[in-house]
């Protein structure tokens, strides 16, 4: 069970590293890029970045999969499907000649969601917990709201587009980091004083 517990964090871990590296990047180039070649920069940096965090992902999903085996048949399909989302995704946006800033909103929507759906799922099983259960379903309907507003990007500007990706990368990382360094009471301490 911890093992299979270190893997997920192992992942989820991962993710918020790169969700950081995305804001920092939209940050930097918000700050230091010149407004005539500004939407074609973030533009470029930003499919560039996308895509190569989705392949990177996808492919540690899959590795993860196999990590499981056949004993953990949910958690198993799960990131191979999830994984291959990820690639192809990563995939569309390096090979595609006509992709945009709005564009990578629309790819990006999807994870979005499945992440909402995850929150919810989760929060379906902390019954004994009212706070995390709480948090984890604001959390996923958060998510599921951001993968809608996504979903929208074709109709907002490259500026726009750019700053709900920069929103959504800092409430997803913001979301994890919390479940990372989330330590459940010691519960000998709790029994003892009984």
């Known amino acids: 069970m911890r093992s299979e517990l270190r893997l997920h964090r192992l992942l989820l871990a991962m993710l918020a590293t790169l969700l950081i590296a995305f804001v920092a990047v939209l940050f930097y180039l918000g700050t230091n890029v010149a407004n005539e070649h500004f939407e074609a920069t973030v533009s470029l940096v930003v499919m560039i970045t996308v895509g190569t965090a989705f392949v990177y ?7 993860v999969a ?18 291959l989302v990820s690639v192809v995704s990563g995939l569309y946006l390096a090979m595609s000649e006509t992709a945009s800033l709005q564009t990578v909103a629309v790819v990006v929507s999807p994870h979005a ?3 909402g759906i995850a929150e919810l799922r989760i929060a379906q099983h902390m019954q004994h917990h009212p706070k995390q259960r ?3 379903l604001v959390g996923g309907l958060c998510e599921l ?5 996504l979903m929208s990007g074709p109709r907002f500007s490259v500026n726009h587009v750019a700053t709900l990706l920069g929103c959504a990368a800092v409430l997803t990382a913001f979301q994890i ?9 010691n519960l000998s301490l709790h029994t003892r004083r009984s």
């Open 177 to 185: 980091l919390a479940f990372l360094f989330y330590r459940r009471p």
């Open 113 to 115: 969601f499945l992440f």
């Open 134 to 136: 709480t948090l984890l």
């Open 57 to 63: 992902m996808g492919t540690a999903e899959g590795i």
């Open 66 to 83: 196999f990590q499981f085996g056949l004993r953990h048949n949910r958690e198993l399909w799960s990131y191979l499907i999830l994984g």
């Open 145 to 149: 709201l951001l993968g809608a507003v």
